[in-house]
């Protein structure tokens, strides 16, 4: 029987009661140097010591501009209104991702380019519901929080062309996995997470550090006027999350009366 940690944050969840808001997988795009690990930018005379290029950093010690990737070849393609395949989702996000969208935007940590939220097959249109030969269509939807914009691009599969994008305001989709991560890891490391590790601890009689311990699930939070406290009045402009966090093969511990403001990367307290 599953128990629920509530000793130090308050009332009971529970477990059937947590809704499970989407969890969109990331697929990565090339950062700029040291903010991606993995980009070395290196080759075959391109100059500088090892630790230069494994920190994605120019010999003189500069870091290297971000790159944005060309769209890769086709894979594997579905069919028809088949389930977008791997190669087509990684395909779309790249091509979705425009050097223009990449260096004006800002994902869930404050790094360059936009926070992937999701792709999923577009509807026909209705003069193609009878053609056996209409293009597949993904719309990729992405989170800006330089200017707190969801942005979605409709990318034609066969083409290889977006053919439309929405920008829009005041519009908080479900929370992505990468998002529900950063929320996690800001409540850690704020005072009022003091209650969520102290739950932890209490549970399993090891330190809680960071959100790869936990199994998350979460929920946008929208401002109600007088219902919150003044750090969270922005929210439903801002990208503000609640977390329901369970410890691994654990308990469920309550956090339901704390939110955290990912644009503006502070935590608040209901009630």
Known sequence: MRRTVHRHLGKA???AAIAVAGTAV????TLPGSAGADDTGGG???GGTAEQVA???APDGAVRPGVVEQAPAQGEKGTGRDPLTDDEMKRVERIAVSRQLFDSSENVEGARGPQR???DLTEPETSELDDPDAPRRADVSFYDYKDDTLVTRTVNLDTGKVEHTGVQHDVQPPISRAEMTEAADLLIADPLGAGLKADYKDATGKALSSSGQLVLNSMVYRATPGAQPVVLDACGVHRCVRLFPK???GPWIDSRDLVIDLSARKVGRLG
């Not at 990331?26 to 795009?29: A, E, F």
């Open 26 to 29: 990331m697929i990565g795009i």
């Open 247 to 249: 410890v691994k093969n």
């Open 13 to 15: 969840v529970a477990g």
């Open 117 to 119: 939220l999701g792709i």
């Open 44 to 46: 075959k005379g391109g």
């Open 55 to 57: 920190q994605g950093q």
